[in-house]
């Protein structure tokens, strides 16, 4: 079969982590030769992961991908034998909705990131709609039984050959840092929301007996505390999407928020703390636990993780040196790593969609 076209759709809610997966996967789709437009209704948000966007223009190309104003795509004629991806249930615009009927279309609604064990039955199911076009879930996931996780072919081999470098030169070179850290330092990736015990991981961080370089992109958190004991906290420059992956390479442990950023570190096989987006009546607690439950992590590190969605200072404080002390800190690393590269034995998330559309059109 030819060429699929892909329009998907974004509506930013949390912040960079929408804009993130949606402009990653329309990537994907366009690097596995389909054609792909993406149509964004906070392009200013999308610019500061990809800072060659022009968020003044209807449209352009960037990377193989047509992204468009959310606005225009009221006029715009939906893609002819072509797949329609709703992310995240963003609603489509009408206009657009109704010009789907009799162009032999196929709807996804791509689903947020979930490790709970019902997304397993959801993945694939068709959504009857009014206006005759066939709908279905899809649902990225950490099993074989769902969508997967984005992941570019040549991921891991990039990352062999840049931890074959010097640490030092790598992080100068993304962040303009003027010195490396100590050899002995612990280097970390601090991307949080605003309400992160940040405080108690401080105090934690201090108290340690070895250099600590936490690394904030963006200006410094107003609730972190001054730098006291070995703890140097350093803001950085806000680094593209494309060269994202490269700083969570530098880092033995990555601290990182919403969806795109868990998987790239995830990818990255160092340990990670992962802060989810909270939800009314802490719906994200029960994520949290379905995720924990997947990434087997030791149970000093699955304890830090806890406390820091709770937020608690306290706990933070008694977790992170329970964490980083021996055996559960090679426990937590080997784990790690093994983790990824089971994941990375599975289809990617990109692959899975194309493949999964290729199906439907041949038997319909």
Known sequence: MSA????????????FGDAGVCWRLARRLAALGQSARLWIDRPEILARLLPALDV?????????????????AEHAAPPRGGVVVETFAC?????????????????????YLSAESWVEGCHGLPSPQANGVPKFFFFPGFTPATGGLLREP????????????????????????????????????????????????????????????LLVPGARPPAAPPDRGGLRLLSIPFV?????DELLWCCDLNFVRGE???????????????????QAEDAHL?????????????????????AWNRPDDEAVARALPAALREPAWSDWRARSRAWRDELAGQAD??????????????TR
């Not at 003044?56 to 225009?72: F, N, P, T, Y």
């Not at 950023?261 to 909270?278: D, E, F, K, N, T």
């Not at 994520?287 to 000093?300: F, G, I, Q, S, V």
């Open 4 to 15: 699929l076209s892909f329009d998907l759709f974004c509506r930013v809610v949390d912040n």
């Open 56 to 72: 003044r223009a209807d449209e352009q190309v960037l990377d193989g991908v047509r992204i468009g104003a959310w606005h225009r």
């Open 91 to 111: 609603a489509l615009p009408p206009a657009y909705e109704a010009a789907m009927a009799g162009r032999d279309c196929l709807w996804i609604n791509l689903e």
């Open 154 to 213: 040549d991921l891991l081999a990039r990352q062999d050959a840049a931890r074959a470098r010097d640490r030092g030169e790598r992080l100068r070179a993304l962040t303009g840092l003027p010195a490396a850290p100590p050899a002995d330092a612990l280097c970390m990736l601090l991307f949080c929301y605003p309400d992160a015990p940040l405080a108690g991981l401080c105090a934690a961080l201090a108290g340690l007996d070895r250099p600590v370089w």
């Open 240 to 244: 593209p999407q494309a060269r994202f």
């Open 260 to 278: 795109d950023s868990l998987v790239r570190a995830i990818w990255a096989g160092a340990p990670l703390v992962w802060q989810l987006y909270r």
């Open 286 to 306: 029960d994520k949290l636990e379905a995720w924990l439950d997947r990434a087997r992590w030791p149970a000093p590190a699955a304890g830090l993780i806890r």
């Open 349 to 362: 998330l990109g692959q899975d969609l194309l493949d999964f559309c290729m199906r439907r059109h041949q």
